[in-house]
């Protein structure tokens, strides 16, 4: 986007954090690609390799369910979503991505967790390499930065 700019965060600092990550195995070569990449950011932000799990299901679809069994354990700070839905020639990728979506929104509302959505819902195969490795770095820094967040305000 011409002129966009995701503004200036705070410093991140991901020392102590625990971090689950579901990784949709579907378009399995996109959704590797936002595993190592993910995976690499919060390692850059301190965050140690023995306090990240990564978990993966078949798809976008089962990615909620997963998530919310991780949120339910209360072993993380922050979980991260990751996927690659590419529209195909039915209204099944609009079902796809909008049901995953709404299904990560409940699952961190509904247990105070915060968790980054990085499932990709791109046009075709070059839109989503274009944007696996920005989104998962995005992805990591939302999940230290909401975990931050969430640690100064902790749920009764």
């Keep these: 986007m011409m002129g966009a700019h995701k503004g200036e965060g705070p410093v991140l600092d991901g020392r102590g954090l625990r971090i689950g990550i579901v990784q949709a195995r579907f378009n399995q070569g996109i959704t590797d690609a936002l595993a190592a990449a993910c995976r690499h950011e919060l390692r850059a932000l301190g965050v140690a390799d023995a306090d990240v799990v990564l978990e993966q299901v078949p798809g976008a679809l089962e990615v909620p369910l997963a998530l919310q069994a991780m949120a339910e354990s209360g072993r993380f700070d922050a979980l991260v979503a990751l996927g690659c839905v590419i529209r195909g020639e039915t209204y099944h990728f609009e079902l796809v991505c909008?049901?995953?979506?709404?299904?990560?929104?409940?699952?961190?509302?509904?247990h105070h967790i915060p968790i980054a959505n990085?499932?990709?819902?791109?046009?075709n195969l070059s839109q989503a390499v274009a944007r696996q490795d920005e989104k998962a770095r995005d992805a990591a820094r939302v999940a230290v930065e909401m975990a931050a967040l969430l640690r100064r305000y902790p749920a009764d």
């Design 98 to 110: 909008n049901e995953s979506a709404a299904g990560i929104t409940r699952v961190g509302l509904d």
């Design 118 to 123: 990085a499932i990709l819902t791109t046009e």
